[in-house]
């Protein structure tokens, strides 16, 4: 509610200042009300734009989501949890104060200047404790919390293929995990947020409802390496085509396509085991190879590997 109240201040700026336009307007001195209407035309014109915008992003953050929550019970056998907690490395560099499970949330306001957006505490003492399996699973794949909001940042575009037994075993883990009281403030977005949103520099991930049964291509293949690669956002750093990031966001990490091709599977599986490439350049944490080499066994890189190396090379 804080949103329509402040929402008021641009409002009574644009009245204002569309008031003193009028006042120019009817100046006697030529350059009074010439260089009057000019610049408060300009100040109420941007106000207005700016105001609209941010009712737009206020709109989006309201939206009522109507993906259905499907009803699933997850089991937790001891081989799910432990898959689960391996997967949730992947989420881990968002969801967590140390960059590795248990996932007890960020201390990284990722909204800054624009409100309050910290990854959540996903442990059992987060508020997905009261949520259902199914909830939690359309929240990682759809990107709608149990309220029906549309979540901010939370990258579901990434975990939309996820397959039913991958999302199961997350969740299992999930609930497994030791109960870490972390508490951190809700979701909020001040009026330069709502702008944000609005405007697109901060956007909900919401995916489409999954009605149909979802399993992973088959293990030991290139696809199934794509599976895995789509899965831990490498793209957000290194560009949809893999060809070096473009997002101003995030940090951008090089051209794979011109890289892998050049190493041997090895190289590969070793860069990401030990952090340290072909030619001993120490890789920046900002890659988290860390997260990736405690996320994946031999084969899965080497299968991630296999997609890689098969991309056709983008020089840019
Ligand atoms: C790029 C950072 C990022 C990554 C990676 C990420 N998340 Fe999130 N997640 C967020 C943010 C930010 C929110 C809060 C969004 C909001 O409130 O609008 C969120 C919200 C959630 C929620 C809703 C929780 C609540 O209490 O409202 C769940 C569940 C969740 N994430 C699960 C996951 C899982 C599981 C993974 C890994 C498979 C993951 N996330 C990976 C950033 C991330
Ligand atoms: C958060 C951003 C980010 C994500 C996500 C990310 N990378 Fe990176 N990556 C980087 C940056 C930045 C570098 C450059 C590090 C350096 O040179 O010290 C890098 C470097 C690399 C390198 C080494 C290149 C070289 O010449 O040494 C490989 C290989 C690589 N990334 C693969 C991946 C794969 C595969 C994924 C997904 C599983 C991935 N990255 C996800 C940011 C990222």
């Known amino acids: 509610?804080?949103?329509?109240?402040?929402?008021?201040?641009?409002?009574?700026?644009?009245?204002l200042f569309a008031w003193l336009?009028?006042?120019?307007?009817?100046?006697?001195?030529?350059?009074?009300?010439?260089?009057?209407?000019?610049?408060?035309?300009?100040?109420?014109?941007?106000?207005?734009?700016?105001t609209l915008?941010?009712?737009?992003?206020?709109?989006?953050?309201?939206?009522?989501?109507?993906?259905?929550?499907a009803d699933v019970q997850v089991t937790s056998s001891a081989?799910?949890?432990?898959?689960?907690?391996?997967?949730?490395?992947?989420?881990?560099?968002?969801?967590?104060?140390?960059?590795?499970?248990?996932?007890d949330g960020s201390a990284n306001n990722m909204a800054g200047p624009f409100g309050?957006?910290?990854?959540?505490?996903?442990?059992p003492a987060g508020s997905i404790k009261d949520w259902s399996?199914?909830?939690?699973?359309?929240?990682?794949?759809?990107?709608?919390?149990?309220?029906?909001?549309?979540?901010?940042?939370?990258?579901?575009?990434?975990?939309?293929?996820?397959?039913?037994?991958?999302?199961?075993?997350?969740v299992a883990y999930l609930r497994s995990q030791p109960a870490v009281s972390h508490d951190l403030p809700d979701t909020n977005l001040n009026l330069f947020g709502d702008f944000a949103?609005?405007?697109?520099?901060?956007?909900?991930?919401?995916?489409?409802?999954?009605?149909?049964?979802?399993?992973?291509?088959?293990?030991g293949t290139p696809e199934y390496g794509k599976y895995l690669v789509d899965f831990s956002n490498c793209q957000t750093c290194h560009g949809?085509?893999?060809?070096?990031?473009?997002?101003?966001?995030?940090v951008k990490g090089p051209n794979l396509t011109a890289i892998v091709p050049g190493w041997s599977e090895s190289d590969f599986v070793k860069t990401i085991r030990t952090g340290v490439d072909p030619t001993g350049h120490q890789l920046i944490t900002a890659m988290p190879w860390k997260q990736f080499s405690a996320a994946y066994t031999d084969a899965e890189l080497g299968d991630m590997y296999q997609y890689l190396h098969g991309l056709k090379p983008i020089q840019k």
């Open 53 to 69: 915008v941010a009712v737009i992003g206020l709109t989006k953050f309201n939206a009522q989501q109507s993906n259905p929550v």
């Open 1 to 15: 509610m804080t949103n329509l109240v402040t929402l008021l201040v641009p409002i009574v700026l644009i009245v």
């Open 197 to 219: 949103l609005g405007a697109g520099f901060l956007a909900t991930n919401q995916q489409p409802p999954i009605a149909q049964p979802v399993s992973a291509p088959p293990i």
């Open 240 to 250: 949809q085509d893999f060809a070096g990031g473009t997002n101003n966001f995030v």
């Open 116 to 123: 309050t957006l910290y990854p959540p505490n996903l442990t």
């Open 79 to 103: 081989d799910q949890i432990a898959r689960g907690e391996k997967l949730a490395y992947v989420c881990a560099n968002c969801h967590s104060t140390t960059g590795n499970p248990p996932l």
């Open 133 to 170: 399996d199914g909830e939690i699973i359309r929240a990682i794949r759809e990107g709608v919390d149990d309220t029906g909001r549309a979540l901010i940042v939370m990258p579901s575009d990434k975990f939309h293929g996820l397959s039913d037994a991958d999302v199961q075993d997350i």
């Open 21 to 50: 336009a009028r006042r120019a307007w009817k100046s006697r001195h030529a350059v009074v009300k010439w260089v009057g209407v000019v610049l408060t035309g300009i100040v109420t014109l941007m106000l207005t734009a700016f």
